[in-house]
């Protein structure tokens, strides 16, 4: 009996199931985002993300491991999608109290959002590693940017980078204002 030898021209096979959509995926992570900043992170369900975006439970999971790693996404996804000019300008004069002035404006919207997956990620390592090396990463980043541009010193830069942001992430767990009173407070203290 003579093994059937696959003809270039057959379509390759595809995994069982339907294909994923784009459209029920972009769907997703603006029902996420939207329903997180109404309704805070702790009200938010996967369900009640599912539903509202017209796709069934199962398709977010398709996409994402969980509610959180959806969240961070769509949170991710509308900060990327926001152009914050003076936030932009901030960091390439290198002036870091209007960057943290404007930074802090942005992040006021999604603190709730933040400090929910902080909390979440503390019984979720998958989640927390997702939050340290997606968000908390591009923040560190763009701080470093300010402060090179800035002219603060390589050595101090880590040191800096890291005093500011467990200032902005103990504000965000317990609750405190981001405002523009912790912007210039952390700038004058730290950059001389």
Not at 35 to 64: C, P
Not at 144 to 162: C, H, I, M, P, T
Not at 165 to 188: C, Y
């Amino acid at each position: 009996m003579k093994k059937r030898q696959k003809v270039m021209s057959e379509p390759p096979s595809r995994p069982a199931g339907r294909p994923r959509s784009d459209a029920s995926r972009a769907a997703l992570l603006d029902a996420a985002y939207w329903h997180t900043i109404d309704r805070g992170y702790a009200a938010t369900s996967a369900e009640t993300i599912a539903r509202a975006a017209g796709a069934g439970k199962q398709t977010l999971y398709r996409w994402w491991p969980s509610k959180g790693a959806l969240v961070l996404e769509a949170m991710q996804t509308k900060m990327r999608e926001r152009i914050d000019r003076p936030r932009e300008t901030a960091m390439r004069s290198g002036d870091l109290e209007k960057f943290l002035i404007a930074d802090l404006a942005q992040l006021r919207g999604f603190a709730d959002a933040l400090g929910g997956l902080i909390a979440e990620g503390r019984s979720d390592e998958k989640l927390m590693r997702l939050v340290r090396d997606q968000w908390l990463a591009q923040r560190a980043a763009d701080l470093y940017a300010v402060l090179s541009a800035g002219g603060a010193e390589l050595r101090r830069r880590d040191v800096l980078v890291e005093a500011i942001e467990s200032v902005i992430l103990a504000r965000v767990v317990f609750g405190k204002p981001l405002d523009e009173e912790l912007a210039r407070t952390l700038s004058h203290l730290l950059v001389r």
